[in-house]
């Protein structure tokens, strides 16, 4: 039907109008098509830089996207890298594009490779890259890994270890062959095959059957005595080619603050001892660790053991208790029992001293004296700071494996009194007491440490002005005319005797300890389920020093 018979009177002019717009329009979007059809997106430079940053990232889904096409051998090829030669890191730099040449170009690039316990690798590589369907990719192969990959080969690392670094005495004397006794063989560790899993933590410079150091310091330091192996990064397959060679790095000794003659005298004073007996020996002036000997082989107690200390803890009470304002000769009371908090307290042996000095009370282990006094003067705070700046509530970093002292602030006074004398929840090995008694000795705490060489972070800590006189002075009384005084201990010997208690209600048992120092060699003694300290823990200590 015409316009006009619809009544619609419509001008010539525009009908042509309209028409013309629709004719460039189609025109417009005939071109349009031609652009789509014709145009190439991107650039290779733009595609090679995609690629590379991803594998940079090790983003291997973000590589696949530009490929021209899926191959199943992608994922395989790449691990030639980071499996078979364990490389930890893969980075490519240097990309340089060539002018595309029938859609067709070529990117080279250096790839380096972090290998663990190797070193870096770098080489040279190139990447094919092609247009399809209007888009620049990758037109990948196994050789954009590397040249000499062509799917049917592998890269491979062989290394040979240079002879193994050794662990020393303080004097330079080795100390891992075997043949030194007194638990030196806990804390060197030993030499075993590494399995599978040795590898996986390792690195892939090791193989299953090298040889790796097991337990103490051979595994703690086995990446500086082991060295670096020289390390020939191979091509195999139908042929062997060595592609780069890497040189190794001897190892480097590790020395160790151990004393031989205090370690044998300590190995001596505890070998004989018909319940397990453990002896750690410092020097206060640099809290090296001249000895450790344990009775009793398997377990370190002396670096491990968790024993509650009992009363040579009240060293650390004491020292709060200085600090607080009391002196040697300030008088307290030293009755048979006392109550705190509800908790029934009494000393060894139900003694009584009545009115005596502090000092004295000290040197008798006065349970009724001090828990009263901690709760006075103390409080939990206070404490448990001192305890903390006495070397517990702190991880030790001395080489090998080391239990922490755990002294938790008490939560009534019952507790509270019951820590003033070393019970309740603390617990200590030996090595964290010989620290109190180093700290004592010298007038400041010192980091405990085996290796010197190993930075410590922690710092040394200097007791509270005018603590260490006094202490000193109350520590060589209990081996004056103390709990100590019948244990042949030699002249200028300062400690404290410890009795305590573990075990269930019914079934007490008691850990024998002695802490103390002469000179400048500090040491805890503690003899499981020994009994009194005084009378067991202290005679050995003093075997240990006169052997000295």
Request: aromatic residues 6%; positive net charge.
């Amino acid at each position: 039907m015409r316009a006009q018979d619809m009544g619609v009177h419509m001008p010539r002019g525009r009908i042509v109008a309209i028409t013309s717009v629709a004719g460039v329009l189609v025109v417009a979007a005939a071109a349009g098509g031609a652009y789509y059809v014709l145009h190439t997106r991107g650039t290779p430079q733009e595609t090679a830089q995609r690629f590379t940053a991803a594998w940079t990232r090790g983003d291997l889904a973000g590589m696949k996207t530009d490929l021209t096409a899926a191959d199943p051998a992608f994922d395989s090829v790449y691990s030639e890298l980071t499996k078979n030669l364990g490389a930890t890191k893969v980075a490519v730099s240097g990309l340089s594009v060539s002018k595309p040449v029938n859609d067709r170009a070529t990117a080279t690039y250096t790839v380096t490779a972090t290998l663990k316990n190797i070193g870096d690798w770098s080489y040279k590589g190139t990447l094919d890259l092609a247009v399809k369907d209007h888009y620049w990719k990758v037109d990948w192969s196994p050789k954009a890994v590397h040249p000499d990959l062509d799917g049917s080969n592998h890269l491979a690392i062989k290394t040979s270890w240079p002879q193994r670094a050794v662990i020393l005495a303080a004097n330079g004397e080795r100390i891992d062959t075997g043949d030194v006794g007194g638990s030196v063989q806990q804390l060197v560790g030993y030499l075993d095959k590494a399995t599978a899993k040795d590898v996986k933590k390792l690195g892939t410079a090791y193989r299953v059957g090298n040889a790796i150091g097991r337990g103490g310091l051979q595994e703690t330091f086995q990446k500086q005595l082991a060295g670096t192996p020289t390390t020939e990064i191979q091509v195999t397959g139908a042929e062997k080619k060595v592609l780069h060679t890497i040189e190794g790095k001897a190892g480097k000794d590790v020395a160790t603050s151990i004393d031989l003659r205090v370690q044998n005298a300590a190995a001596d004073a505890v070998r004989d001892n018909d319940k397990p007996t453990s002896l750690v020996a410092i020097r206060p002036s640099t809290g090296e660790i001249v000895a450790v000997a344990n009775s009793v082989g398997g377990f370190n107690r002396a670096l491990g053991g968790t024993y509650p200390p009992g009363s040579t803890f009240k060293t650390i009470t004491a020292a709060g208790l200085l600090a607080a304002g009391l002196t040697p000769s300030s008088k307290v009371t030293c009755p048979e029992k006392s109550k705190i908090g509800g908790l029934d307290i009494r000393n060894s042996d139900h003694e009584a001293f009545g009115s005596l000095s502090f000092l004295d009370s000290y040197a008798h282990s006065c349970n009724t004296t001090f828990a009263p006094l901690a709760a006075e003067k103390l409080g939990a705070q206070k404490l448990y700071d001192i305890a903390t700046q006495l070397g517990f509530n702190q991880a030790f970093n001395i080489g090998v494996p080391a239990t922490k002292g755990s002294m938790p602030k008490a939560t009534s006074d019952a507790e509270l009194a019951s820590e003033a004398f070393g019970q309740a929840r603390i617990t200590s090995s030996p090595l964290v007491m010989a620290t109190v008694a180093a700290a004592a000795a010298d007038g400041s705490w010192r980091p405990p440490t085996l290796v010197p060489a190993l930075k410590q972070k922690l710092r040394p800590k200097p007791l509270p002005d005018g603590v260490a006189a006094p202490l000193q002075q109350m520590m060589r009384a209990v081996v004056t005319k103390g709990t100590a005084h019948a244990a042949g201990l030699p002249s200028g010997t300062a400690g404290k005797t410890g009795t305590a208690e573990f075990g269930p209600a019914g079934k007490i048992q008691t850990h024998a300890w002695f802490i103390g120092f002469r000179g400048d060699i500090a040491f805890a003694v503690v003899v499981e389920a020994g009994g009194m300290g005084g009378d067991v823990a202290a005679p050995i200590a003093a075997d240990f020093l006169k052997s000295l």
